[in-house]
């Protein structure tokens, strides 16, 4: 089935070691977003790609980086994990359209120690 | 700016009783609708759309809801939920073109929905 994978599931880092979330997507769809998820709120947009067009929201913090060697793959890279970027990530694809259905994947729990 | 607000954190049911899990935005310009599902240590399903059209919307598992422009409202509605319905429900817009975020979803808080047997 197509679907979107994201790896770990569960990560657990330590304050200040680089981390890096994985996601991969066999839809072939051009678009690409990370989304944070603190406990009990809602999923916060940070960046998405469309193709290899980088997009950054406004109010995502430096330390949150983002690369996308081809289509299939997306990265999110967090040079030096505070406490407070513990969540959830999750990643989703859309096929191009902005109104189009964002699929999601399961999810990667960042826990920071 | 625009800004989405689920009227309630946790609503809880019994098995086959309707349900309405409220939703309200605020938006200056056009807008277009989503509701999402998060079942337990998942990502997030659609389960419903709304872009233009019907103002009543059907989507998965048997939910629907309706756009109500001048109430902006979007609420969701069952009407008899299952056991396996219990999850937390999110409410999302994009704005339109004109708006200063075409193309970005944001979501509402959440609504926990539990259905007891």
């Known amino acids: 089935d197509a679907m979107v994978i994201q790896n770990p599931r569960y990560q657990v880092t330590q304050f200040g070691k680089p981390v890096t979330l994985s996601c991969s997507q066999t839809?072939?769809?051009?678009?690409m977003y990370w989304y944070q998820q603190k406990s009990s709120q809602a999923p916060k947009l940070l960046f998405h790609?469309?193709?290899?067009?980088?997009?950054n929201e406004a109010d995502t913090p430096d330390n949150f980086q983002s690369r996308r060697p081809n289509t299939s793959f997306c990265f999110l890279d967090i040079r030096s994990p505070g406490l407070g970027d513990a969540a959830m990530y999750l990643c989703a694809t859309a096929r191009g359209s902005s109104t189009d259905t964002q699929y999601f994947g399961p999810g990667t729990r960042l826990t920071v120690l | 700016a625009q800004s989405v607000t689920q009227l309630d954190s946790q609503v809880p049911v019994f098995e086959e009783a309707p349900v309405e899990l409220r939703c309200n935005y605020s938006?200056?310009?056009?807008?277009?609708l989503f509701w999402y599902v998060q079942y337990p240590n998942q990502g997030l399903q659609l389960l419903l759309k709304y872009l233009s059209g019907s103002t009543l919307v059907k989507g998965i598992n048997g939910f629907e809801a309706e756009f109500n422009k001048s109430q902006t409202s979007f609420h969701l509605r069952k009407p008899s939920v299952h056991i396996s319905d219990t999850a937390e429900y999110f409410c999302?817009?994009?704005?339109?073109?004109?708006?200063?975020?075409?193309?970005?979803?944001?979501f509402g808080q959440g609504t926990i929905l539990t259905v007891h047997p």
């Open positions: 790609y469309y193709d290899k067009d980088f997009n």
């Open positions: 938006s200056s310009v056009s807008v277009y």
């Open positions: 839809l072939n769809h051009n678009v």
């Open positions: 999302a817009v994009i704005l339109g073109r004109g708006g200063t975020s075409y193309g970005k979803l944001t």
